[in-house]
Structure formats: structure tokens, C-alpha cells
């Protein structure tokens, strides 16, 4: 059978036919590039049909913003400002939605609510209870690697493939199926810029792992160092770029903050790699 993640109401998400998107909703005040402007449910929810009608696979719904010396949130506020958008979705949207969190309490409350993934940015390591819960609701994983400090001197690669193979292994201790996990490097997070270059140019590297990749590279500061676009919303040619390499090592999931240009990106990519395509 082709490879695929099970979401918890029997629908597959096939990863053979060219990378999915995930589609971003930040329902936060603080994120890097977009905090803020989905101050209320009801934008959340706006944003996310907009995202699931231009093409995103997955809509990846976040409380507590990741960029760097952000402010950490309890459970309690992290739920109040990402339930109502997953209801909201639900009730709207046939979209498959993920949490994007590390905390078992807000995966589990989530997964009730309607979410079928749970993307936890510390490869169940802050809290390694998420992992029951995603196999007791028989939900896929994403699992990214993450780092309190940047280390330069690091072999990146041994230090990413060191750590997700941990996560892998808490999470199938679990009840986690490994053909339900994905792994993401996290470009970005406890990294330098050359690591976070170095990991887009080979990316195939972490097949080793045996699970399928997602690449987010969506508007990060590394882009914007490399083009000298200091603000993030500027950098969507350089996230396009980044990408479209990505998946031409593998990537089968691209986590993204602007769906359209990248289902544009996608579908030159494929017509070009495929010389039968008859184009009208």
C-alpha cells in the first residue's frame, strides 16, 4: 500500500503524489510573522477555509507562538484561543486540521474537539505524555527536532537524526505506529543559519529515519538573511524556492503560511519533472 497517514476517522493522506501542504493559522498575539492578525475565532476560522479552498491538505492550528524569546502560555490560554477555531473549522470544513503543540493536555483536548494530527515542535520531549494520547485517538504524528541553544560547531545532521530517533522511539513506546509518524528537522529552531541551509540542500539525508519529511521553511529569518528581506511576509519567493528544493529531496509535507503561489509552485515543478504531461 502506498504511503499515507491514517487520520483517526479512517481517511488516508496519500504522501506518493508530490508534497501536501499544511496551511498555517497562528491564533496568537506574538508569532514571528503573522501575530496578531488572527486576533479573534472567527478571523481563525476565516483564515483557515481560505487556506483549505486554495489548495492546504492539512490546516495546522497554533496558541503559543515558537519564535525565539517568545512568551510561554499555560494549557488553560493555549485552549482558549485554539478550540474555538478547530469547532469553527469542523463544523465548516471537511479539512483535515492538526494542533500544533507539545502539551498532552492541548493534543488531547484538540483531538476531542476535531483535530486529526498532533505537530509537536519538541519531538515529544517537553512532554513525552503527548504520545499516549496521540495513540489513544489514533492520531498522526509530526515530531520536529529542537534546540534550546544554537551550536555552530554541531554536526547538524547527527544531532537532528540523534534526536528524532529518540522521538520515534518514545512515541512507538507509546502506541504510536511508526507509518504514522512524520519528522520535520525544524528549520529554524536551535539552529544556525548555514545548519538550516545545510538541512534544506539534504534533506534526504534524514530518510534514514524511514518516515516521511515535513520541511517548514515558510517565511523564516534565514530566508531573509540570505535575500535581506526583513520582513517576513516579504520573503514568500524565497520560501518558494526554499521548498521546491525541499521537495525535490523528499519533502512530503510543506508546512506554509501562503497555500495559493505554492500549489502554483507545485504543479510547474511536477509539469516540468513530467515529460508525458500533455499541456492544453
Not at 7 to 30: E, F, K, Q, S, Y
Not at 141 to 157: A, E, K, P
Not at 238 to 256: E, M
Request: glycine share 10%; aromatic share 2%; net charge negative.
Amino acid at each position: 500500500m502506498p504511503p499515507a497517514l491514517t487520520l483517526p476517522d479512517g481517511r488516508r493522506l496519500a504522501l506518493d503524489a508530490g508534497p501536501l501542504l499544511m496551511g498555517i493559522v497562528n491564533v496568537t498575539p506574538d508569532s514571528f510573522s503573522d501575530g496578531g492578525l488572527l486576533g479573534s475565532a472567527e478571523a481563525g476560522v476565516a483564515h483557515g477555509l481560505r487556506l483549505a479552498e486554495e489548495g492546504a491538505a492539512i490546516v495546522d492550528i497554533g496558541g503559543e507562538s515558537t519564535r525565539p524569546g517568545h512568551e510561554t502560555v499555560d494549557a488553560a490560554t493555549e485552549l482558549a484561543r485554539v478550540l474555538p477555531v478547530i469547532a469553527g473549522l469542523k463544523a465548516r470544513s471537511a479539512v483535515p486540521l492538526s494542533i500544533d503543540s507539545y502539551k498532552a493536555e492541548v493534543a488531547e483536548a484538540a483531538l476531542a474537539a476535531g483535530a486529526s494530527i498532533v505537530n509537536d515542535v519538541w519531538g515529544c520531549r517537553r512532554d513525552p505524555r503527548i504520545a499516549e494520547v496521540a495513540a489513544r485517538a489514533a492520531a498522526p504524528m509530526v515530531l520536529m527536532h529542537n534546540r534550546d541553544t544554537v551550536d555552530g560547531s554541531l554536526d547538524i545532521f547527527d544531532e537532528v537524526i540523534g534526536f528524532l530517533e529518540g522521538s520515534i522511539a518514545i512515541a512507538t513506546a507509546a502506541g504510536v505506529p511508526r507509518s504514522q509518524i512524520v519528522v520535520d528537522p525544524g528549520i529554524g529552531f536551535g539552529k544556525t543559519p548555514r545548519q538550516n541551509l545545510d538541512l534544506i540542500r539534504e534533506l534526504d539525508r534524514l530518510n534514514v529515519l524511514g518516515c516521511p519529511i515535513l520541511l517548514g521553511a515558510s517565511r523564516k529569518s534565514t530566508l531573509g538573511l540570505v535575500t535581506g528581506r526583513k520582513v517576513p511576509a516579504e520573503r514568500l519567493a524565497a520560501t518558494l524556492s526554499a521548498h521546491l528544493y525541499g521537495a525535490s529531496r523528499g519533502a512530503a509535507i510543506l508546512r506554509v503560511h501562503d497555500v495559493a503561489p505554492h500549489v502554483d509552485a507545485l504543479k510547474v515543478w511536477a509539469a516540468i519533472a513530467d515529460e508525458t504531461k500533455v499541456i492544453p
